[in-house]
C-alpha cells in the first residue's frame, strides 16, 4: 500500500427535498383541505476515525463526495425521506484544513471520533403548513434548502509516542526494524526512507509506537532533499531519538545540522525532549567511540547513548530510556504528568 498524507477533497451535503402542494379528495367530502407533505432532510457529510486506516491513498483514487438528498414530499401528508449520511473512513491523526491549507477545521486525534463537518438541507415545508383560518387552501409550498459544498484538504499526523530522526543514512530504518516487527527499506545510500513508517517496540511488558521519517539535510527547511513536508509526523510525539551515524567525520556538525532543522520548521520540535544516540558503534573503534562521544557531551549533550543496528549494542537501554522518558499512558492531560522538555542548548 502506498502512502500518502496529503489529499484535497470536494464534500458536499444533501438537498433538502421539496415540499408538496396537494389536497385531500374523497368522495362525499366537498372541502378535504390540504394535505401535502414535508420534503425529507439531506444528509449530512461525516467524517470518522478507523484504526485500521493509516494512509490517505483512497483519496487518490476518489476525490469528490456527495451526500444523498431529501425526497420530495407527496400527498396524503407523507413526508419525503431523508438523505443518508454520507460517512468518511480517515486515519486517527488525520487534520482538516479548509482550502486555505492552513485553517484547521477539526483535528482527529482519537480512536472512533466523528464529527459532522457540513449538515444537510431541511426540507421545504408541504402546503398542510400554511393552512390557517383566512386561508384554509394554501397553493404555496416551501423549495429544499441547498446542502452546503467546500473544498477541503487532509493532512495525515502520524500518531506516533517518539519520532526518529538524523541525517539520511544514519541508521533510523534499521533501528525501527530491530525494535519492532516493522519492515522499511533498508540499503546503503542516503533518502532509502522515502515516506514514513511506524513500529511498535515492546520491553517489559509495555509498548511504544516509534515514527521513522525521511532523513534531514542542511537546507531541508528551504526545500533541498526531501524537504520538511514529513516533519509534520513527528509534530505530536513526545519525544525524539536522535540518531548520529558514528562513522561521519564531524558528528557535532552532523547533530546540529539536524537540530537547525528542527528550529527551522517550527512547531515546537526543537523544544520536545530529546535521546541522542552514536549510531554504529559496530563500524568504528573503541578510541573512535571515546573521541566523538566526548565531543558531542562538549557540544552539550548531557548523555549519549552508544548504539549498534547490527550487533544489537545499546538496544535495550535506549529503549529502557525512552520509556521512562515516555509516560506510560499516553493520554496525558494534566502538564505535571508530562516529560518536562529538555531543549538542547549550543
Known amino acids: 500500500m502506498k502512502f500518502l498524507d496529503q489529499a484535497k477533497v470536494f464534500v458536499k451535503s444533501g438537498k433538502g427535498g421539496n415540499g408538496c402542494v396537494a389536497f385531500r379528495r374523497e368522495k362525499y367530502i366537498e372541502y378535504g383541505g390540504p394535505n401535502g407533505g414535508d420534503g425529507g432532510r439531506g444528509g449530512d457529510i461525516v467524517f470518522y476515525t478507523d484504526a485500521n486506516l493509516n494512509t490517505l491513498i483512497d483519496f487518490r483514487y476518489k476525490q469528490h463526495f456527495k451526500a444523498p438528498v431529501g425526497q420530495d414530499g407527496q400527498g396524503k401528508d407523507r413526508a419525503g425521506k431523508g438523505g443518508k449520511n454520507l460517512r468518511i473512513a480517515v486515519p486517527i491523526g488525520t487534520e482538516i484544513l479548509a482550502e486555505d491549507r492552513e485553517t484547521v477545521l477539526v483535528d482527529l486525534t482519537e480512536a472512533d471520533q466523528e464529527i459532522v463537518l457540513l449538515e444537510g438541507g431541511n426540507g421545504g415545508w408541504g402546503n398542510t403548513r400554511f393552512k390557517s ?90 526545500g533541498s532533499g526531501l524537504g520538511t513536508r514529513f516533519l509534520g509526523h513527528i509534530e505530536r510525539c513526545r519525544a525524539l531519538l536522535h540518531l548520529i551515524d558514528g562513522t561521519a567525520d564531524d558528528v557535532v556538525d552532523s547533530f546540529r545540522t539536524v537540530r537547525a532543522e528542527l528550529a527551522a520548521y517550527g512547531a515546537g520540535l526543537d523544544e520536545k525532549t530529546e535521546i541522542v544516540a552514536l549510531n554504529k558503534c559496530d563500524s568504528i573503534s573503541d578510541e573512535e567511540i571515546a573521541e566523538k562521544t566526548a565531543a558531542l557531551k562538549a557540544a552539550g549533550i548531557a548523555h549519549v547513548f552508544e548504539l549498534s543496528g547490527i550487533s544489537g549494542q545499546g538496544r535495550t537501554e535506549i529503549l529502557r530510556a525512552l520509556f521512562e522518558t515516555v509516560p506510560a499512558n499516553r493520554k496525558v492531560t494534566d502538564e505535571e504528568d508530562a516529560p518536562e522538555a529538555v531543549p538542547w542548548t549550543p
Open 133 to 222: 383560518s383566512t386561508n384554509q387552501a394554501p397553493r404555496n409550498a416551501n423549495p429544499g434548502h441547498l446542502g452546503e459544498e467546500r473544498w477541503l484538504w487532509l493532512r495525515l499526523k502520524l500518531i506516533a509516542d517518539v519520532g526518529l530522526v538524523g541525517l539520511p543514512n544514519a541508521g533510523k530504518s534499521t533501528f525501527l526494524s530491530i525494535v519492532t516487527s516493522a519492515r522499511p527499506k533498508i540499503a546503503n545510500y542516503p533518502f532509502t526512507t522515502l515516506h514514513p513508517n511506524l513500529g511498535v517496540a515492546y520491553l517489559d511488558g509495555r509498548e511504544m509506537v516509534l515514527a521513522d521519517i525521511p532523513g534531514l539535510i542542511e537546507g531541508a527547511h528551504e
